[in-house]
């Protein structure tokens, strides 16, 4: 975790470089992460878009072989292999999905507390210093070091040691990114806690109907979103900020491959079996022989 936490500061680092606020830093690591996972996410999309197109032809075999399990499975086997799907493998993928997205989320929920909270040096004359107050030593309570900055020498030069939560590069779209949202000044910070939950229903909305309606499934789609949510309102802002993204662009890659939100398959048609009367078995133009 310390490895790919230290991947994430120092990526984070370079787009600062590049464009100094941290907000935007976060945006452009998310779509360099994005773009890692796009491949095997498309895989599996296309996987779950094959599940929704053979689900109707799925519940007419269900249905015809109720009471013949032997049957059910030997047809069952026979469709997924007319539409090249490997059962166990695609839900398979769609967990192991989830892996690499919760371990990032989590790395750079660690790694946003340290690095917000680092300090840097500043020169004295940075105007934005007015506006925080000097003290001794450095703060014992995380909290006081969004408003306080120490001194120090270097090279018999006076610097300013500020945190970077401190600093105008923390702040984007007037929040600051190193606040989480129960100790922020202010209760329009719970705001990306619904945003993030709001992001990740709607990404569950534009699945595929085949998975994300079968069995308890409905339900986890619910409550795993409310589940982020909740666990939103105690990280930073920052972290808010990419899960948002990332959940907004994987809405955009599942629209694409779903051509729009997927609608519930269409109802199985029930087979009707119809009884062929024995005249129509016998061969045309022969006639049965009477009184014999």
């Not at 197109?53 to 069952?76: H, V, Y």
């Not at 340290?114 to 210093?129: G, K, Y």
């Not at 910070?189 to 993030?196: A, G, N």
């Amino acid at each position: 975790m310390d490895f790919l936490q230290n991947i994430l500061t120092q990526t984070l680092d370079f787009f600062f470089s590049l464009i100094p606020n941290y907000g935007v830093a976060i945006i452009l690591l998310t779509l360099v992460l994005k773009a890692i996972l796009y491949w095997p996410q498309q895989q599996s999309l296309m996987s779950s878009r094959k599940m929704q197109s053979m689900t109707p032809e799925m519940q007419e075999i269900q249905k015809r072989f109720k009471g013949d399990p032997d049957q059910l499975n030997k047809a069952m086997s026979q469709l997924y292999k007319k539409y090249g799907i490997n059962p166990v493998g695609c839900f398979t993928s769609s967990c192991l999905l989830q892996i690499p997205q919760l371990l990032i989320m989590w790395a750079l929920w660690f790694a946003l507390q340290a690095f917000f909270l680092a300090p840097v040096q500043i020169p004295m004359n940075t105007p934005f210093l007015g506006s925080l107050t000097p003290t001794a030593a450095t703060p014992t309570i995380p909290a006081d070091l969004f408003n306080t900055y120490t001194t120090t020498m270097v090279n018999g030069s006076q610097f300013a040691l500020v945190a970077r939560a401190a600093t105008p590069g923390a702040m984007f779209l007037g929040f600051n990114l190193a606040y989480t949202p129960t100790g922020a000044p202010h209760w329009i910070y719970y705001l990306w806690p619904v945003l993030t939950a709001a992001t990740m229903f709607l990404q569950s909305k534009t699945m595929g109907q085949s998975q994300t309606q079968q069995g308890g499934a409905a339900f986890i789609n619910i409550l795993f979103p409310l589940l982020i949510g909740w666990i939103s309102i105690s990280i930073p802002v920052a972290v808010c900020l990419y899960w948002v993204v990332f959940s907004l662009l994987q809405v955009a890659q599942q629209l694409i491959v779903f051509k729009g939100i997927p609608k519930p398959p269409a109802a199985a048609q029930t087979v009707q079996v119809v009884s062929t009367p024995p005249q129509a078995l016998s061969a045309p133009g022969k006639k049965k022989a009477k009184g014999k």
